[in-house]
């Protein structure tokens, strides 16, 4: 009946409910986890187009800045075009500063002359010699004789003498070319605190040597005097003063004149405990310099777009004054004028990096910026100008935050779901498993069980429709189909109370009678009782069970039945042994009974499963023996329902040890 039932009764396969749970939970996690990169992708792209965006908006407005302030330059250049220099007072803020502040900027202007720079103290020298007072020196024959016994002859006290005699033929505004021969002279003759008076007289002087000042010559002299040995005159020589009235252009000079006279007093100051305070005159002597250096070759350039650059300054012209260009530092701009011109941008996160032509950096925000990959590139619309405004975010990750933000819990919710599916199909995996094992294990058991049945009820059957029909007259042979009748019996009896055991078990009704058992008499009655099955006949069981054991609290029947069991594996799997062994023993207040064979013994594997329900070890020998997989795990429930549990050691080809380790006294009855 139950071999029909099992073939009427189709279980689904482990193919089958693979394809099914692929298609309700694998295949939807798949595509949801496709939707969700492609989404997270997509906000990806989004996020850098929105970058870019940003980033061009943000080029655009400082290319707007940067033409703006050409214009506002330019516009200044088509007013000198007009009506020639405007006053100072009249100008707007930043033209002003960069006309006034020194070396920042100048206007150039085309002169009948030649360029010529407005205001004029932006030069350090003149740029035009008309520019340079000259005023000749009066004729006096013995100024000339006395220059001839000076140099020709070397008399120098006789030149001393002449050149006395002939300034005191001079006029009084006209003597400082006399006096500055006759100092010199002194100072050759080793007369020099005579020739530093004559120099400390003429320091207050407005008048001129030619197109040399004699106040200027007088310093010069007097801080060479100091630096050639004579260190107690110091208080007489004031380089850095007299390097600070070259720089502001106090003289009108020429230039060979005014770098002869800037180079001395520089090297003055090395010499001296004044270099670090010279070097901001140094900055700003380099910066007129370089003006004045651009301001006498810019208007010759008439090919010039209207951005051009001569060294380390920017020329900025305009075609409605040809006539007229203005030169503005690159070292002032980069520090007063474009950091307000691109102050948006920078306060914005943004690096600003603006190039001329020959690829030269003129102004950079951020000079530690690396490279980055989202830049914008401009190029001023200005004619023969090939300039370019690059805008590169500093931080693309500030900028973006909020994307970021959102991307980041996209992603993370993303991985979660993965996560939860990987997690998910893995545990639904391992269930299936688990089910079609049990399910496999179960028909295995339906199997075993309707032989079980079979055998013993086919035998029971055949014997009682013999005796029944007479056919056995030998009362001998009569007695002994009698016993087998008995036998099989009860081996249907055992089954059916192992099955309803598991039944029971299942429900959560199985109840248990403890009283108190005197452990040793117990022991050896269940080891007598088993001593009498007909199936144990050919196997001696060997006891070691001390008369004094501790008593136990249990349950008489259950406590039999697992040691029962225990004793039938022990004898089931020991095939042509001689001998199986029951053994007890107290130890730690814990009472052990211990059975053990020299049989088949048990895999690794088989160990590690064999108080599971339904499961029987593999194995030839395994396969000849007949059971229901259900003995061990029912002793395994019984003694954990006893305050107890089961060990099991066994290794394959050398028997198996089982052990009941149980508590002295009373049994835990809420287990």
Partial sequence: MLDRLMRRTRRP???????????????????????????????????????????DRVADLALRGFEQDLRSWQALLDRVGRSGPPSLESLDHPMRDALTAPGAGALVLQGPDGPTMWPARQAPYALAASAVPDTAAPQSRLLETAELVEMREQDHVRAIALYREAIATLPAGARAPGLLRLARTLR??????????????????????????????????????????????????????????????????????????????????DASTATSAANTWVVLEQNKLALAEAAASTLAQTSAG??????????????????????????????????????????????????????????????????????????????????????????????MADVSRWRTLTLVMLLLLVALLAFGTYLTTRVVRREMEVASLQSDFVSTVSHEFRSPLT????????????????????????????RESDRLSRLVENL???????????????ERLDTSAWLRRVVDEARTNPAHRQTRIETRIP????????????????????????????????????????????????????????????????????????????????????GLSLVDHIVRAHGGWVECASRLGEGTTLSIHLAEGAADTGA
């Fill in 459 to 486: 035998g029971i059957r055949q014997l009682g429709e013999m005796l029944l029909r007479g056919r056995v007259p030998d009362e001998n042979r009569r007695l002994e189909y009698y016993e087998r009748i008995t």
């Fill in 188 to 269: 050759k003759a080793g007369r020099e605190p005579e020739a530093l008076a004559i120099y400390r007289g003429l320091v207050t002087s407005s008048e001129r040597m030619g197109a040399l000042p004699a106040d200027l010559v007088a310093r010069h002299e007097l801080c060479a005097l100091v630096t050639t040995g004579r260190p107690e005159r110091a208080d007489d020589c004031r380089a850095l003063d007299l390097y600070r009235d070259l720089v502001e252009g106090r003289w009108r000079l020429p230039k060979t004149r005014y770098l002869f006279y800037s180079e001395n007093v520089r090297r003055m100051l």
């Fill in 547 to 630: 008369d004094a054991l501790p008593p136990l609290t249990g349950d008489r029947e259950a406590l039999s039945s697992a040691v029962h069991n225990l004793l039938d594996n022990a004898v089931k799997y020991s095939p042509g042994a001689d001998a199986v062994w029951c053994e007890a023993e107290v130890s730690d207040g814990r009472i052990t009974i211990r059975v053990r064979d020299h049989g088949v013994g048990m895999s690794d594997d088989d160990r590690r499963h064999v108080f599971e329900r339904f499961r029987r070890g593999r194995g030839p020998i395994t396969e000849q023996v007949k059971g229901t997989g259900l």
């Fill in 306 to 399: 209207d951005l051009d650059t001569v060294g380390p300054v920017l020329v900025i012209r305009t075609r409605a004054a040809p006539g007229v260009a203005l030169l503005l530092s690159r070292t002032w701009l980069a520090a007063s004028r474009w950091p307000q011109t691109f102050r948006t941008a920078v306060a914005g996160g943004f690096d600003v990096v603006l190039q001329e032509p020959g690829g030269d950096t003129w102004y950079d925000s951020s000079p530690d910026q690396g490279a980055a990959s989202t830049t914008a590139t401009r190029q001023p619309d200005m004619a023969g100008a090939a300039w370019r405004l690059r805008v590169t975010p500093l931080d693309p990750a500030t900028l």
């Fill in 13 to 55: 396969s482990g193919r089958d409910l693979q394809v099914l749970f692929a298609v309700t939970i694998v295949l939807p996690g798949v595509l949801l986890a496709v939707v969700g990169i492609r989404a997270w992708l997509q906000e990806r792209r989004l996020a850098d187009q929105q970058l870019r965006e940003r980033v």
């Fill in 500 to 514: 309803l055991d598991v039944a029971q078990i299942d429900a959560g009704r199985k109840q248990y009678r403890f």
